[in-house]
């Protein structure tokens, strides 16, 4: 329960299109798979990206597996979501 | 023994290749012939060996491991990345060269990590695309340093690794003829809410201690230092202390450059040259 199992969640689901996929089919369930807090699986479940980055998670990873998500559409949500307060 | 000819510092922002139209195209221009300059000058130094120091962006290495300093030293290939409008095949290495870097920096105390078969990312695919795939004469020898992981590599330790690098190439028997890039920087802020900020004056401040081959003072700045003012991105800074180390004594020459928000990072390129 770290900041380290975001890492490899985020790490898995942004090098791998079968992950990411696996990931959009269920994101709760994908989530149970890593060593997680009740707030770390619902933070990676909902990609809330501004909350994986305060609980210590690279900026690096999160933008990339986010963007494995949501494609490259999703730069404006993703700025949105590293950017909340 | 082999002859190291010179050394260039350049960006890798890989916007440069997957989406350069969405920069002002006079930048794109400006950025492109700083590109063009760095192929001519390798082709006037008769160069035959490239080695590119960069860093992984967690695309090839993962949480499970990251190498302090990874060389390549068998087959090369890349991009791992699919988007970057660069065509994915073999590169070719120079494996021979490579070893007897790892094999010099090991009896030195230098704990190379290496690679049989790498799969290399944009950190030094782009470099590569743009400045050394249009002459087949150039052999690549990749090294990866951690610059942009956190807790990264030390600057010192860097410098140190250029500088049995260096002592490497000098003890070859070959007649090659090398050239090293240190590619990465300048200030970017990667995945954060500053995400799209440049930091010029930074840059600037840095190219001008490049001019002066004062690697001293990059040296010294810190980690905090460089996160606050150039951003998480410009940790890179490590992969041009490592090819200044490469070249020793160096007087250096400003090529170009160019802050641009669109690519997300201050893109600057220098030429070093034996002092």
Redo the contacts between chains.
């Keep these: 329960m770290s900041s380290n199992a975001l890492e490899k969640a985020m790490w898995t689901i942004g090098t791998s299109p079968a992950e990411a996929e696996k990931f959009r089919q269920s994101p709760a369930a994908y989530a149970e798979q890593f060593h997680l807090d009740a707030g770390e699986k619902a933070s990676l479940a909902t990609l809330d990206v501004g909350d994986m980055a305060k609980r210590g998670a690279s900026t690096l990873l999160l933008l990339m597996g986010f963007m494995a998500v949501k494609g490259p559409a999703g730069m404006g949500e993703y700025m949105q979501g590293i950017s909340k307060k | 023994m082999a002859t190291l000819v010179g050394g260039f510092l350049m960006p890798h922002d890989p916007f440069m290749s997957a989406a350069p139209h969405i920069a002002p195209k006079e930048k794109v221009d400006n950025t492109m012939a700083s590109f063009h300059r760095i192929e001519a000058r390798i082709r006037e130094l008769a160069a035959d060996t490239v080695i590119i120091i960069g860093d992984d962006?967690?695309?090839i290495f993962?949480?499970?491991c990251i190498p302090r300093c990874l060389i390549g030293i068998g087959d090369v290939d890349g991009p791992v990345e699919d988007w970057l409008n660069i065509p994915q095949g073999p590169i070719a290495n120079h494996p021979e060269l490579a070893r007897h870097i790892l094999e010099r920096g090991y009896d030195e105390g230098i704990d190379w990590s290496f690679a049989k078969a790498l799969t290399l990312d944009h950190g030094i695919a782009v470099p590569h695309h743009l400045a050394v795939r249009s002459n087949p004469k150039l052999r690549t020898i990749p090294i990866y340093l951690n610059a942009?992981?956190v807790p990264a590599i030390r600057n010192q330790r860097a410098y140190a690794i250029g500088q049995s690098i260096r002592r490497a190439i000098e003890s070859w028997p070959g007649s090659e003829r090398v050239v090293v890039f240190g590619t990465g920087g300048i200030s970017h802020w990667?995945?954060?809410?500053e995400?799209g900020r440049v930091n010029e004056a930074f840059d600037q401040r840095i190219l001008r201690m490049v001019e002066e081959g004062d690697v001293t003072s990059i040296i010294a700045m810190t980690d905090q230092e460089i996160i606050e003012q150039g951003g998480?991105g410009a940790l890179e800074l490590k992969n041009w202390i490592c090819a200044m180390g490469v070249m020793g004594a160096l007087k250096a020459e400003t090529i170009g450059y160019e802050a641009v928000p669109e690519w997300i990072c201050g893109c600057g390129f220098t030429e070093l040259k034996a002092a």
């Design positions: 962006h967690y695309c993962g949480p499970h942009a992981v990667v995945g954060t809410a995400m998480n």
